[in-house]
């Protein structure tokens, strides 16, 4: 290995100096603090991460200034790399980072494996291990890591998504490895009914004092399920300047949503507009993969003896959230003592068979691919083709948006679905057909020259018709 000059460290200085002007002096503190390195080689730069979180983001959100810096510093272009050294993510205690000073949001996650993590990390984050990981959570599981190991760096964390999937999970679980690791930091769990009804009776018990200093003073605040402050008017103003007061003292605030920031309109503009200045992480549903790890673990737990073709079965067959699996794996195990028998497929298709029938959703998407060919008269399985022509690729967007509307389908599961695409393939289709409904606008291509609102409704008109 070739070693590092003089001059090396030198113009790594100079670029750190531009790359500061660049990104602005907080978020660099924040991202290429003492948390990052970087090493220059042979005119090529390589930039060190602590985790698989932070190379993500400085490579999606960061290169171009990166390379900009290089430019200018060195004169010429310069090959920028990215590399995770375990050896960075050491924990900071009350460290003075940044918070950003745009808003951040966390791409979303790819089908990839996670890597794999060191044993220190393992050690220290022990107490989410039993969190199922999949490409839906996959980067608010690290979120959570990352704020344990550095509270007040990505502040406020909000985690967003439906009932079942793992907020309260992880905001337990950060509370935990928190405690566990920095026996000095003061941390409270609330859920939004708790803190408006602390605060109220702060406010009427003339405690209102007191109640500031308790819980503006602590390290991390969490608040979940934040949705229930709608209407709320002096919890919400209090609320506000709680958050401000985390900001200025670079504290560590956690919220959790069941839908994002931007769909949080009726908390009003100020309290959307500080949620969306922090790290937004979405959490989708889980799709079959993650809950068939979900099976296993929580088999593990109960020390139930679950062959692998029964928690296929489960995972395949459940589709609702984390607690319905649970529930199927207690009915398992209670039909098994009943009955006196071991737990196998056949045990489970007549143990499960009632609430298999509950569960299944009143539309799938067979049922919304059917509607929507039959509704712009298009051969069956067109929907699923590769044709990229408008007369196809219109009414393929709309199938997607409507099964992001009306079934609990993962978006990897919507993307295979219609034609073997891609999950960020169904986040673009969302985003067009709410860009069409914003615009009034006709469907180009359909021959029908009907606008977004009338196909929804013919389509959802024949889903209900069925």
């Known amino acids: 290995m070739q070693e590092v000059t003089r001059d090396d460290m030198e113009i790594v200085s100079a670029l750190q100096l531009a790359l500061a002007d660049k990104v602005g002096q907080e978020r660099f503190e924040l991202w290429f603090g003492a948390n990052t390195r970087l090493d220059l080689r042979d005119d090529a730069l390589t930039v060190c991460v602590p985790n698989q979180f932070f190379q993500d983001w400085l490579r999606k959100n960061f290169r171009q200034q990166i390379e900009a810096a290089c430019e200018e510093t060195l004169g010429k272009a310069a090959p920028v790399m990215f590399r995770v050294d375990p050896s960075l993510d050491a924990p900071t205690v009350k460290a003075p980072g940044m918070r950003p000073a745009a808003p951040v949001q966390v791409p979303p996650a790819r089908a990839s494996a996670p890597p794999e993590p060191s044993g220190e990390m393992r050690r220290r984050f022990a107490a989410l291990d039993s969190f199922a990981v999949g490409p839906a959570n996959r980067l608010a599981h690290v979120a959570v890591q990352t704020v344990a190991a550095r509270l007040g760096q990505s502040s406020p964390l909000v985690l967003c998504g439906p009932t079942g999937v793992g907020k309260t999970h992880l905001l337990e679980g950060l509370l935990t490895e928190t405690r566990r690791t920095q026996a000095r930091c003061q941390a409270v769990y609330l859920s939004a009914e708790q803190f408006t009804t602390l605060f109220l009776g702060a406010l009427h018990g003339s405690g209102l004092p007191s109640f500031r200093r308790k819980y503006r003073g602590l390290d991390l605040l969490i608040v979940d399920d934040i949705q229930f402050l709608a209407g709320k008017k002096a919890t919400l103003v209090e609320l506000l300047h709680t958050i401000d007061t985390f900001s200025r003292e670079r504290r560590q605030l956690v919220f959790a949503a069941d839908r994002p920031p931007a769909e949080l309109g009726h908390l009003g503009p100020e309290l959307v507009t500080r949620l969306q200045g922090g790290l937004v992480c979405n959490i989708e549903p889980p799709d079959c993969e993650t809950r068939l790890g979900i099976v296993r673990q929580m088999a593990a737990r109960f020390e139930m003896d679950v062959p692998a073709d029964v928690q296929a079965y489960v995972a395949a067959n459940l589709h609702s959230h984390a607690r ?8 398992l195990h209670a039909a098994s003592l ?19 029938r509950h569960s299944t959703r009143s539309v799938r998407l067979a049922d919304i691919e059917q509607a929507v060919c039959q509704v712009f008269g298009l051969e069956p399985q067109s929907l699923q083709s590769g044709r990229k022509g408008k007369q196809v690729s219109h009414p393929r967007m709309l199938a997607m948006w409507l099964a992001r509307k009306h079934t609990r389908a993962a978006l990897s599961e919507i993307g295979y679905y219609f034609g073997r695409r891609s999950h960020s393939t169904v986040i673009s289709a969302q985003k067009k057909v709410n860009a069409w409904m914003a615009d009034r606008a006709p469907l180009d291509g359909v021959q029908s020259g009907w606008n977004i609102e009338e ?8 889903l209900l018709a069925g």
């Open 455 to 462: 196909a929804i409704r013919k389509v959802e008109q024949t």
């Open 338 to 356: 009943a009955w006196q028998r071991p737990i196998t497929l056949a045990l489970a298709e007549e143990a499960l068979a009632e609430m298999l």
């Open 324 to 331: 319905e699996l649970a529930g199927a794996l207690n009915r």
